[in-house]
């Protein structure tokens, strides 16, 4: 079962890989500082959220890590959707104040390769 679900997500990115763009001098990179600004809300230790991590690293997606405590997770009271409890969640706030939260690690690497 494991396996099915590492190759569905390794088929996805070699799929849709053209779709990432790298920054570098002549490509801009998928979220843009000026424009908006991604949080990435995790536990250090957790697996969905280093892939969701790596995939931003990867395409050069500059964002800020907040280490959710795991005990009060008092980090994501500050949400919109309070109701989630379970990380990774990426929150994009845009510089007109609107702000969209994308909740789980497969979510949020489909919304980046889009």
Known sequence: MMMARSSGVNRILRVRSSTVRRSSSSAAPL?????????????????????????????????????????????????????????????LEQKDGRSVQINGSNDIIEALLE
Not at 37 to 42: A, E, M, P, S, V
Not at 63 to 81: R, S
């Open 31 to 91: 979220v843009s500082e000026d424009e908006s600004k991604l949080k990435l809300y995790q536990y250090a230790i957790c697996p969905f959220c280093h892939k969701a991590k790596a995939l931003l690293s990867y395409a050069s997606v500059p964002h800020e890590i907040v280490e959710v405590n795991p005990l009060n997770k008092a980090e994501l009271k500050t949400l919109a959707d309070q109701s989630v409890k379970k990380v990774p969640i990426a929150v």
